[in-house]
Structure formats: C-alpha cells, structure tokens
C-alpha cells in the first residue's frame, strides 16, 4: 500500500476528523461575520478626479473623521468605470507621505549638483512671494521676459504670456508627439480612441497600455478579448499586451513602420480596402497607393524579421474584419525612433483605407464636452519674441499642436542660443522626464528655479525656490473626459480633505508672486467661482455636478459619431496624403527611410527598449509606500541565452552603456525578449535622499538617452521634433 | 516574505524540552513497572521529568504573537488539531509526573505507584508522539509533512529523555556502573534506531517528488553543518562510539563520565532546530 | 441557515499582472507595509519565441476543507457564514500553526497585532452586499465573486464551465477558481 503523507495521517485521524461533506462546511464551525472594527458614522465620499496620469479618471474619496482612507473608482465615468489601477488606488500615499514638501524653502547651499544637498531654510509664504517676485522681476528688467520659461504641463501659460515669454516648455517630444503630429495633419485631432468594447481585430506595435493599466484601455482591451476579438502583437518583448495576443512577432525594434507600409501595401494591390469609404473620407489615396507600392512584404521581412506571409495574411485579416484597429498612445514603438513618423501615418492610413475611422470596434474621435471659455480680466501685451530657446519655432507644426523641443532646452541654456535662459519655473516635471539627467542638471547650475511640486525629488533638490503643492485630493477642478470621450462627459472634484501642512495651489502661487510683479490681472481667473463659470454652459454649479454623483453627460450617454467630412483638416476630410505637411515642405506621405534604420548590434551589443510597471506613473511613484513594495527596484531584461554567453547570473548587477551614459543595474534574465535587446522600466535611480523609499534604487534608463540638440533633432525628425531616445545601441557587461 | 521564519529558536528549545521530558518520564515508568535495574534510576529520571516541560512550555508561551489570549488555549479545543491533543497532554503531564516524582522523594501513596507509572509513561509517549506529530501534521511542507519524522522525534525523545536521566543518576544518585553500561546499552540502542529512522526519512526524500528540496537544504544547503556534524556525527555517532567504547566493544571498556549524554542532548537540540528553521526556509510563504 | 460559500472566479485571460487589487486591498484593509493579503504571481514558461506570461491573483483560497482551521488549536480560525476563512481576534493565541499549515501559504503574521493576516474576501463587504475591494477595482474585470452553492450564480456558470482551482489534487476544496490563461 502506498502510504502518502496524507493517508497515514487520515490513518491517525487526523485530517479525517473535520466532519465537512462534499462542498458543504461543517455548520459547528460557521459563525456570523465579524462586525467591522471601525464604526463607519462619519463616512463620507467626496467626488474626485484622479490627477496621476492623463486619462483624469472619476472617483469617489471614502472619508473617515476628515481622513482619506480609500479611493474608488465613479462608475458614471466612461473612463474610470468605477475601477482605479493600482497608481489611482496609492493616490492616499502622496497625501499622506511622510515625505511631502511641507512648507516653502529656500537653497542655502549655493553648489548645485546631483547628489548636492541644497541645506534648505524653511520660510514663510510671505518671504517665498516676495523672494520669487523680486528675482523674476530683476531678470525680466535685465534680460526680458523672455529669459523666464515655464516647464510642465501648459499649466503657466498665462502667467508667460503676462511676461511677454513664448518659453512654454513641455516633455511631449521625449513622448508622444510624433502621434499628435500624425494626427493633427491626416485627422485634424491630436488623437484617436481605440473601440476596443466593439472590435473583432487589434494591431498593436508595441501598444502596451493594458500592461501599463491604463484604465480605460486596458479595462475594453480585456472586454475585447473576452468577445474573442483577435489581437496580433509586434513588439521586441512579450510584453503583458503580448502575453494575451493570439500572435506575438518580436521585431526589430524601430523597424514596425515597415509592417504598415506593406501592409498597405498588400491591401492596396489585393484591392482589399473599401473604396467607398475612401472615396467619401479621404483624400490623396492614389499619391498613398503610389508611395507603398515599394513596400512589398518581402522587403519589409527583412528589415523586420516577421516573415512576409505572416505580413501578407494579418493584412488580409485586417482588412477582412468587421471592425479593426490600430492603438497608439505615447513612447511606444512609434515615438521612439526616427521612422516613427512613418508608422503612425501608416497606421492611420491603414484604418482609413479599411473604413475602420468612426465605425465601433475601429478608431473612434475624441467627443469633448465644451465648457464655458474663461479668460483673463486684460489681455497680454504680447509676446517679446517668437524665437524660443527650445528652437519649437522651427518645428511649426509642432509648435501649433503647442508642444516643444524638450530634450534640446539643456544645449540651449548651456550655449545661451538663441539668448541666455535666467530663471524657470518648474511645475509637475521631474528631473527624470528628461533625457540625459546629468546634461540638464549643467544647465540648470545657471538658473534661478522655482519648483512648485509635491515631494522632494531631485527637481526640488535643484531649485533654489520649493514652494509645496497641494495634490488633486486636496483641490477642485472641472475636467473634461478626453482619452475616452465616446460621448461628451465631465467630471469634477472638490478637495476631499483640507490641504496638508502649509502647501497651496499652483494658481494661487502664481497670483501671489504675479500680483507683487504687477502682472495678475493678465491671469486666468481661478477659484470655485472660475468652475461654475465654466459649468453656466449647462446651467449648472460645480454643486450640482457633484449632487449628480460628480459627473455628467451632457447630451446622453450614447456614442456620438463625427462627420469625416467636416473634420479640421484643409479638405474636411482624412487626408492620406497630408497637404499640411506638404505646405511645410515635409514629406506628406508615410514614407521609410533607411538611414534611420540602426545597424545590426554585435556581440554584446543590443537594441534598447524601455517600458514601466504598471504601478508607476514616469519617475513620480516610485517613492510611494504601497506600489514601492511592489516594485522596489527596476532592472534590465536580458534574454537568457544571451546571458549566458555573457556569463550573467540572473539578479547579478551588470553595466549598460550607450553612447551618452552608462548605469548600473540588475539583470532580470528571461525567455520573454529578442536575443540582441534588452529592455528597462523607467522611473527609478532616484538620488533624492529625501524620498525615503526610492532613494538609490535602481538606475534611470533616461541615463542612457540622449538630450538632443535642436539641429540634431531637426536632421532626426523635422516634423515632431522627437528626442528618439531609444535610436542608438547599447553595450551590456558584468558589473 | 521570502524564507520568513515565525517559529525560531523557541518553538525548537520548546520541541527539545517537551521530548527530554517524555524520555524520562517513560524510563521511569519502565523501570518502576519493570525493575530492571536499581531504584535510583526510577528516581532518577522521575525527578527529571516534571520540569523540562515546564520550561518548554514558557517558551512555548514566549513563541506565541498574542500572548496575552494564551489561556484561550485551555477553555477552547479543536480536536482535528494536533496542538489541541498537545495541550491535553501538557496540561496532565505535569501534575502526573510531578506526583510520581514526589511520590519517590517523600515516600507518599506508594501503593499508587504502579498505577501513576502507567499514566506518566502513557502521557509521556503522548507528548513525545505529540511533538513530533506536530511538524509531521503539516502535511504541504516537503520537509516537515513527513510521519517518519514524528517517529524521529519520537525515539529522539526517549534517547534525550533517557541521557539526561543518566547524568542525574551517575551525578545526583551515583548509581552503580552496572546501571549505567545497562542505561548505555539503551541509549545505544535508541542511537542506532535513530540512525535507521534517519536513514528511512532520506531515502524516503529521494524517493518523493517533493523530497529534493529536502535533502538539498539539509545535505547541501544552508543546514547542511549542523544537520551533518551537529546532528549526525555529534550527536549521534560520536556518542554512540564512545558508549560502545564503554560498553568494551572495542575491546578493554573505558569509562568516560557524562560526555556521551551531553553529545546526546545537544545533538537532541541541533535536529528540532534544523528541522524547525530548514522546514519554514524550503516552504516560504506566499504572502506577506 | 442557508449554506453559503462565496467564492471567486479570476480570469486570468484577462489579467495584466496590474497590481490594482493589491494595492486597493491594502487601503481597503488596512495591511500594514511589508505585507500583503494578495498579490500577483507572474510566471513565464517556453523558451524564445515560444514563450508565455501569466500573472496570477494569490490569495487565501478560502478552502472548504481548509488546513488552517483544522490545525488551529482555539477554533479561532473559523467559516464564516458566508463560508469565507476567517480568524476570531478574540480567540487567536498566535501559535502560526494555521500559517505553517497553510499549502497554499496564504498566511502570515501581522507584527502590529500578532494575528494572522490573511484576505477575508471583504467578508464584511459582503455582509452589506457589495464586492471585495479588489474585485470593485480590477481593470480587466477578471474577478467575478458570488456564492458556489448556489448553481445559478456567475461563479457556479464559471465553474461548471472549467474554472479550475490552484492545486485541487491537495484535496483542501479551494473556493477561489482560475479561468487559466490561453497562452
């Protein structure tokens, strides 16, 4: 008899003596439910706006005794769907970490550096005002205002119009303008909705917002798989999109673009598009059909390594399916390499030809709800000059969409071309948003900074000025649903509890410091008086939103559809051959171009590419205590095989190199990523002591990048202005 | 956590103690029932044990996260739990064993005797099973879900029990040295089964699917010192020469006082601590 | 008293390892830091290019037949009405015998009370009738909860359709369920 642990133990009498039956418990042992520990009488919700990422989801605020204790997703809102992501449901711990900015404080170490400590002095908000006055003013007198520029988020665009500077600055290039661009010229909109709720077929290259939670998104995605919709992946590493694609293809990184082309190409010459559709909507079709007949799936096997039947059929698939579509949103594929232009022109054309534009289950349009215009009580004198220091001027399509060259600003400041850079002030832009980290921390040794922000990173660390924000759980806005506007819907927060400590909004910090320059009535009214305004369009009161659960929709909840023949685009209509960048002499066609294709790495060498965790939000998260357990540390992706001819142990730290910096780092070995690519989630190395958990965990793969000069940038991308951070080859050895 | 040790070295003094005082109690018991050798090793090992346990139990007691609710262990029983069985025994044990042993150092009820022999051998074998069920209940874990390794901590139990009756009775009660080479001869005895025990539990590992883990972490890993040298030649071998030695053996018999025992005891200790700490490093937990 | 035993359906198909529910658990619940009461597992299988992820949801399966509440000497492990694992506070000796016997090692100490520390699947949410917090947030909505017993329920469909438990052959009749990924 084969005596199992089990058996024998039954033989004792042990296991067998709890009388359960056959998925019943026993009922000696059933006793009610506890009752709660804490008594719930002072539960309130307050209506919220997650202001962690981009998508703004709705949310409900549980308050207990004036203490935030959890976070949930509004199920009115079409994008939260009642769920938050892990980023949204940690949003308590930037309320409430122990390691938030407190009070405004100055710099008294005048040595700048990383790893410097600025030996702050607390001071009072009187003195900060004053200090931040006085200083703008004396540079603005000396140097014009144009020597003061505004880092982050459009958010002090006013206040740079008050002073007469076009310095607008924003991370978009290091980002995603290479698909706004894109957009902007074929679409006339900066971007489009994924339908996934609806659609039979997803192409997603490099797509990985349902590993990186983006609520809305990766919630549908999921719902698309469930229907069974069909989704192919492309992307170097089976990433967690990839782990549930049907079919996963580990390209050459940068060469995605070619996919599309001949793809289109299969299409066009197969005659397997709708030319209904084509002819209605678009324009250009025949100049499209023209350019792609070069690409055929042969040649782009080559460069990709997918093998052209594989192109040639999911092509036909494509175009076969009832509804089909192509995501793209930021850094993926598409924003990271020079011919990356290309492929989101193909990938918008591709949709387009196939009719998949404002069809469900295709790529829909943004439906944003308008609000009432709020303006300032005088107009701006002007702007000083139009010339920027970030060289946006040159970019003009670029600079329409309102976006600039960030990865430059750092050679600019440095050679002081065109003119010397005085003073910043820098709102919600980490110093690990930028490309090249120790090349900005250079630059910034000759500014004056103010960094109005909510935790002692390394930004604050630069600054000579810390003035304390206050966080999206302690503030009110009125916000417009746009990642995910099937239909036109608002949302609107109050603060859910007071402001912590002595911190204040942005708005008010810029009044205070314009008012003593003599500039506020140049500003954008603020204030609960500004949202009601904003809400009159509807007759309603920020009140009333909330007593409506906080979001509405104005015309209904059903999807409403644009007319594509009155888009914003020159013709009204999608145009595959884009006249907008013809005006501008760019290459209005999605167009492949060799010599930005990487050469193929050696031994040792491998393509980069970088992702996040889905709990980290950029370099922002990483020092909250709930997703910081999770992921304390980042590493590098290192095919197993690979390793071992390199003689890496899995968790053993190795060096990675690229032409423009090396760092140190872990290896995580793994079958999940081409043999000559190694990939980095992005946020980590923070070297701010003051964030008690991040502190020197990890490396920043920002180290690796590139800050591009404008010239460079311009020889790159003339038309996005993209900093293609991940365009270079890495070298990889045991530390 | 990875590898998160909740039951240390108390759980291990607790284990070790619980099991000298069953041995004891059981040679006592034998030999008041059976009278095979002089009385003062009755004595001897009935004065021994009442107390281990005692001790055992504080540690158990400091083991415990919430321990101001221990006395909820006494007005509660689950009888599918093997530490509800334990604190039966524990809670008898003492009183009975303490009688016993009172009984022999005043002189009292000595027509119960007989009677309080059975009941301290047949609660100090449960505490001894108890022990070293206790592990072997858990039956997930690839090192302590094991019935050979009850019965392990079983003869464990009566060699630790009977070596520290020994060195009362050559010390306290300088008994003859007839008892004593008759106590080495079982002590012996007990060594050897140990060994075979040893070996069925290994063979056994190498035998199971789950079992390489086992005998990595012991032969190999982390425990794989103190399990060979502490446990194995220390506290096994070594001893068991050296009783032969005194047995004669190896030819003219030599008599060396009290090393034997000790090795045996803190061989006894070095096995529930390797066992205790290797069984929670092989099995970590999930969560946490 | 009807015979409850709520339980849970994960899909794995659609879970992206996000880490929503344990972050939202940890609010919800109150876990001290350093510890959680679910987490994600992610386990890669096959060789380049044949390879495959899952992410997982571990948590207390809330068995039937369940080991922890068999070893505990005082009852205070314990079925709820609701037929959900739970620990009485007022009983708890904290021996960890339940955390050691634990298979699916669910379990650990709480150093803030010395109690095991554990999901409860919200069992006090759902007394009031609404859903686990990690079920409420979940993107991928891949976590379905009801009551198996009761044939016509979301759980019950799911599971006569081939929700399979971690480890049925250890026989502790989990009631947490997986749809199990198809790659």
New interface residues.
Partial sequence: ME?T??N??KY?G??A??GTVQGKIALDLLRPVPSQATTESNVIYKAGVCGICGMNCAMKGKVVDGVLIKLEGNELDQQSGGSLCAKGNAGINILYNPDRLKYPMVRTNPEKGIGVDPKWKRISWEEAFDLAAQKLSEIKEQYGGKAIAWFGGHKGTDFLKAIGSPNDFCHHSTCDTVREVACEVMLGTSAYIPDFAETDYILSFGWDQFGKAKNAWARLMAKALDRGAKLVVFDPRLSPTASKAQEWYPVVPGTDHALVLAMLNVIISEKLYDAEYVAKYTTGFDKLAEEVRKYSPEWAAELTGVPAADIVRIAREFAAAKSAVIPCHKREAAQVHPNGMALVQGMIALMAITGNFERRGGAMFRKKAKLNKVSPPEEAPGLETTIRVDGADRLPILLECGHAVYQSIADAILEEKPYPLKAAIIYKQGLFSMPNPAKFVEAFKKLFIININIQPDEMALLADLVLPDVTYMESATVSVRKYHALYPQIAVSEPMVKPMYETKSRSTIIREIAKRMGIDQYLNPSGSSVRDQQLSLYGLTQKDVIAQGGVISPEGTEVKYKDLTKLSTPSGKIELYATRLAEHGYNPLPTHRDEWILPKPKAGEFYLVTTRFATHRHAQMQNYRWVHEIYPENYVSINKKTAAILGIADGEEVIVESPYGQIKIKAKLTEAIRPDTVCIPHGYGHWSKYLSNAYSKGANDGDLAPARSIEETLEMDPVAGSNNDCHLLVKVRKA | ?HG?V??NVYIAIYLFLAGISAGSAVLAAVNQLFGIWEEKVTKAAAYVAPFPVMGGLLALVL?????L??Y??M??????????W??VFLNLFPPVALLFAVSHFTGWFEKYRKALAVAVMALGVGIGTYAG??L??????PL????VLGVLFLVSALSTGVCAAMLVAQFVFKVSHQSLKGLAVVDSTLIILELVVIAVLLIGWAVAPTGGKALQILLAGEYAGIFLGGVLVFGLLVPLALNLLELGAFGKARHIPAVAPLLVLVGGYFLRHVIVYA??AI?????? | MANKRYGMVIDLRKCAGCHACTVACKAENKVPD??????I?EEETGEFPNVAITFRK??CMHCQDA?CV???????SYHTEFGTCEVD?????????C???????????NPE???P??CTLCVDKLAKGELPACATTCIGNAITVGDLNDPNSEVSRAVAKGARPLNPE?NTKPSIFYIWNRR
Avoid at chain 2, 283 to 288: I, N, R, V
Wanted: charge should be positive; charged fraction near 15%; aromatic fraction near 10%.
């Fill in positions: 005596l642990r089990r024998f133990l004792l042990i296991a003596a709890a | 956590m998160e909740l039951w083991d415990l996260s919430r321990p609710n221990f909820q262990v007005l509660h029983y689950n009888w599918t739990s093997v530490m509800s334990g604190v069920l206790l072997a209940a858990i039956s997930a874990n302590w879900g094991n019935p069984g929670q099995y970590p937990l999930l969560l946490g | 350093g510890i959680k009461r679910t987490k597992i571990h948590q080991p068999k070893v505990c000497p005082t009852k205070a506070p007022k009983l708890c000796i904290g021996c960890k015998y955390v050691h016997a634990c298979p699916y090692r669910a379990r650990t100490i009370n010395g109690l520390e554990k250890w």
